[in-house]
């Protein structure tokens, strides 16, 4: 099966600008959770995605959006681009699923490196 | 206190060691936990996950757990070189607010020296 694919790999952005990044599952994921990754803070969660409705969401500011389409892939956007953006983007896949025992295991992409300038 | 911590880093082992990285997580209701391996610049890439107490293992990887103590292990024997990474610890509670969601440590910072 082929991985969990993101484009683009790289961006460079000014501040007040706006970004589209986009992610695809491995076949048959229904799944697909986003996280931002910077040296200061780490990994951390920003919304997750399930048949095209937004799940679960991580305290990020309402720049931050996403999207899921019927064939599972997903999108998420930022608006007003500030300084402290740059980062890793990753999005994750699992099965999925209505239930809720925690036992997803999440495969992730290779990432979007933003810049913000 | 964070909700999941490992031991502070960075962690070097002479090649053929056991590297050892520890975790705590203070959801005590955590159900599913994983192990990644992230190269520099790279993603995060799987390595085990563990979801009941005791060891399991794959390989020269083994993930213990003690629900009881809030903590979980990764053991790697015969430490190669290409081991060197950081090394996430991540946890999953149970329930709606936690869909989709895994809750990483910092990362422990592992390196094999020959």
């Known amino acids: 099966k082929a991985g969990v694919t993101q484009t683009p790999r790289y961006l460079i952005k000014t501040r007040g600008q706006q970004v589209t990044l986009s992610c695809s599952p491995i076949?048959?994921?229904?799944?697909v959770s986003w996280y931002q990754q910077t040296p200061g803070q780490g990994l951390q969660f920003l919304f997750e995605?399930?048949?095209?409705?937004?799940?679960n969401k991580g305290n990020f500011p309402g720049r931050f959006s996403g999207r899921q389409f019927s064939n599972s892939r997903s999108e998420m956007n930022v608006s007003t681009l500030e300084l402290g953006d740059s980062a890793l983007y990753l999005c994750a896949s699992s099965p999925g699923g209505t239930s809720s025992s925690g036992l997803e295991t999440q495969y992730f992409g290779p990432g979007t490196r933003l810049l913000v300038l | 206190q964070k909700e999941v911590e490992q031991n502070s880093g960075p962690l070097s082992v002479p090649e053929g060691a056991i590297a050892s990285l520890n975790c705590t997580y203070s959801?005590?209701?955590?159900?599913?936990f994983f192990w990644y391996r992230q190269y520099s610049g790279k993603s995060p890439e799987l390595i085990m996950f563990i979801y009941s107490n005791g060891d399991k293992e794959d390989g020269r990887f083994t993930a213990q757990l003690n629900k009881a103590s809030q903590y979980v292990s990764l053991l790697i024997r015969d430490s190669q070189p290409s081991d060197s990474a950081t090394y996430l610890c991540a946890v999953r509670s149970p329930g709606g607010t936690s869909y989709g969601k895994l809750t990483f440590g910092q990362g422990t910072i592992l390196t094999v020296h020959p």
């Open positions: 959801d005590r209701g955590s159900q599913s």
């Open positions: 995605y399930f048949s095209e409705t937004q799940r």
């Open positions: 076949s048959g994921h229904r799944s």
